[in-house]
């Protein structure tokens, strides 16, 4: 069976000319869907039919959302960022309405890589250089367009992500105005507000100097609390943050749940803004 399938994926010489076979695994672009399409806002965790099918009843909008691969402390995970990302554009996406979310680009700027600077200097990083991040939103974003999507929404969970993602979207949008809306939101990334709101709840930070703080890990501890070490931190007595206790978890853990619907409130707010200009 093997070596029929490699051999019908050749290309037969005849009389000196070379004639393709043709693919024998070449569905039909406009083939029925055989099965329910699934309850999902993520283009990776669906079908191509069933995005295909979500495009055609209306869903056009699109949300490219960047992370990162970083140092984050001693409690979080590297991929903090993408873990994060996972939970606020489910928010976002479905508080908005027809949209799904593009897998989340975990590779972004974190420094020169050598000499290693800034976030590079710490094992585990992952850094690409502005050109190469400004090169694959680019990629994506055309990938997307080509589909069908006439919105594409651009955030971004970290600080280093802010400038390319900007640049990218005001490229695109010139280049493709009248045909595909690209919009950066970097309300998404106002942190100013998370910090404020967690005052109200009564949470007064003092900064250790981590790569860290309570509103990071409280959403962590909602979405995946291994990624914050709770167990680990809980039998080593270093449950807390910032001179704030993490105990007890379910009401951090609710904390987290609500700034991922704060973030999410004030991106969909913001996306609706510049929609209308």
Same mark, same amino acid.
């Given at each position: 069976?093997?070596?029929v399938?490699? $051999?019908?994926?050749?290309?037969? /010489?005849?009389?000196?000319? %070379?004639v393709a076979?043709?693919? #024998?695994?070449? #569905?039909?672009?406009?083939?029925?869907?055989?099965?329910?399409?699934?309850?999902? +806002?993520f %283009?990776?965790?669906? /079908?191509?039919?069933e +995005?295909?099918?979500a495009?055609?009843?209306?869903q056009?909008t699109?949300?490219v959302?960047t992370g990162?691969?970083?140092?984050?402390?001693?409690?979080l995970?590297t991929?903090?960022?993408?873990?994060? !990302?996972?939970?606020t554009t489910?928010a %976002?996406?479905?508080?908005?309405?027809? *949209? !799904?979310?593009?897998?989340?680009?975990p590779?972004?700027?974190?420094?020169?890589i050598d000499?290693?600077?800034?976030? $590079?200097?710490?094992?585990? *990083?992952i850094?690409?250089?502005?050109? /190469?991040f400004e090169?694959l939103?680019?990629?994506?974003?055309?990938? !997307?367009?080509?589909?069908?999507?006439?919105r594409? +929404?651009?955030?971004g969970?970290s600080?280093?992500?802010?400038?390319?993602?900007k640049a990218v979207a005001?490229?695109?949008?010139?280049?493709?105005?009248?045909?595909?809306?690209?919009?950066f939101i970097p309300?998404?990334?106002d942190f100013s507000?998370?910090?404020?709101?967690?005052?109200?709840?009564?949470?007064?930070?003092t #900064?250790?100097g !981590?790569?860290d703080?309570?509103?990071?890990?409280?959403q962590l501890?909602?979405?995946?609390?291994?990624?914050?070490?709770?167990?680990?931190?809980?039998?080593?007595?270093?449950?807390r943050?910032?001179?704030?206790?993490?105990a007890?978890a379910?009401?951090?853990?609710?904390?987290?749940?609500?700034?991922?619907?704060?973030r999410?409130?004030? /991106? +969909?707010?913001?996306?609706?803004?510049?929609?209308?200009?």
């Open positions: 069976m093997l070596r399938a490699v $051999m019908l994926s050749l290309s037969l /010489t005849l009389a000196g000319a %070379i076979l043709p693919d #024998p695994i070449r #569905p039909d672009p406009q083939s029925e869907r055989p099965i329910a399409a699934v309850d999902s +806002v %283009i990776e965790d669906l /079908t191509w039919m +995005v295909r099918d495009l055609k009843s209306g056009e699109v949300i959302a990162g691969v970083e140092q984050n402390g001693p409690y995970v991929g903090k960022h993408n873990v994060v !990302l996972r939970g489910e %976002i996406a479905r508080k908005l309405g027809g *949209t !799904l979310v593009a897998p989340i680009v590779f972004v700027p974190e420094g020169d000499p290693p600077t800034q976030h $590079m200097r710490y094992p585990g *990083t850094s690409v250089s502005e050109a /190469t090169a939103l680019s990629d994506i974003c055309a990938s !997307l367009k080509a589909h069908g999507f006439r594409i +929404v651009l955030i969970d600080g280093g992500n802010q400038a390319g993602l005001d490229r695109l949008g010139k280049q493709w105005e009248g045909k595909c809306r690209v919009l309300e998404y990334y507000a998370v910090a404020k709101w967690l005052e109200s709840q009564g949470i007064k930070q #900064p250790e !981590l790569h703080d309570f509103g990071m890990t409280a501890l909602a979405l995946e609390p291994q990624a914050a070490r709770m167990n680990e931190r809980l039998k080593a007595g270093k449950f943050i910032n001179a704030v206790d993490l007890p379910e009401k951090t853990i609710e904390l987290g749940r609500r700034i991922i619907d704060l999410a409130d004030l /991106t +969909v707010q913001a996306i609706r803004k510049a929609s209308k200009q």
